[in-house]
């Protein structure tokens, strides 16, 4: 089991940019496929992008694509997502998660570990 930390979340105005951090707790991180999901009040959890363990690949819902870029950096056990150009309805709490082994996914039940969370919030 590894632990998740998510920093980086705040208040900002439509269009303007944001960068969350997930620091993880494992010796491992290498081992570990990584997303970030999201959660809006009443609504279900949804993907927003994922990294392979090595960095080399990436994939991102179309709602965030060309605005949003995951990244990560094994030498410092964490996953980066930069956010810009943000939207009011990129509202919600962002949430780090991590896969050991194999390759990442879209689903959320695909996940082993969760992180608790920072909330994002762009004004219109």
């Known amino acids: 089991q590894v632990q998740l930390v998510e920093s980086g979340g705040g208040l900002v105005q439509a269009g303007g940019s944001l960068r969350l951090s997930c620091a993880a707790s494992t010796r491992t991180f290498s081992n570990y496929a990584m997303g970030w999901f999201r959660q809006a009040p009443g609504k279900e959890r949804e993907f927003v992008a994922a990294?392979?363990?090595?960095?080399?690949?990436?994939r991102y819902a179309d709602s965030v694509k060309g605005r949003f870029t995951i990244s990560r950096d094994n030498g410092k056990n964490t996953v980066y997502l930069q956010m810009n150009s943000l939207k009011p309805e990129d509202s919600a709490g962002y949430y780090c998660?991590?896969?050991?082994?194999?390759?990442?996914?879209?689903?959320?039940?695909?996940?082993?570990?969760w992180g608790q969370g920072t909330q994002v919030t762009a004004s219109s």
């Open positions: 998660a991590a896969r050991e082994g194999g390759y990442y996914t879209t689903y959320t039940d695909g996940y082993d570990d």
């Open positions: 990294i392979s363990r090595s960095g080399v690949t990436t």
